[in-house]
Nanobody, 123 residues
């Protein structure tokens, strides 16, 4: 069982940066791939970034490549999402998730979700 708690969201101007954190409870954190998803106003939830259990492999949605970086610290049971060059279209509730990388990349049958943190980018 894994419980996830996101933090770090807020209001930022376009072009600014934010770093989201996701703290996980449970001794098996390092055995899960981790991912970030987001759901904007009136939109479906979409995959943003994923990272393998080792941290060696990372994957990104085309819309955030080159701007967002996912990382993890297994000693701290935490995964991060560094978001740079933010755009108004990045406005969304951001969710942390844990499961296999295959499930995270398609967003199907993902077992563990956080409660979400709001990111608002003003123009």
């Amino acid at each position: 069982q894994v419980q996830l708690v996101e933090s770090g969201g807020g209001l930022v101007q376009a072009g600014g940066s934010l770093r989201l954190s996701c703290a996980a409870s449970g001794r098996t954190f390092s055995s899960y791939a981790m991912g970030w998803f987001r759901q904007g106003p009136g939109k479906e939830r979409e995959f943003v970034a994923g990272i393998s259990w080792s941290g060696y492999n990372t994957y990104y949605a085309d819309s955030v490549k080159g701007r967002f970086t996912i990382s993890r610290d297994n000693a701290k049971n935490t995964v991060y999402l560094q978001m740079n060059s933010l755009k108004p279209e990045d406005t969304a509730v951001y969710y942390c998730a844990a499961d296999s990388l295959a499930r995270l990349r398609v967003g199907v049958q993902v077992n563990y979700w956080g409660q979400g943190t709001q990111v608002t980018v003003s123009s």
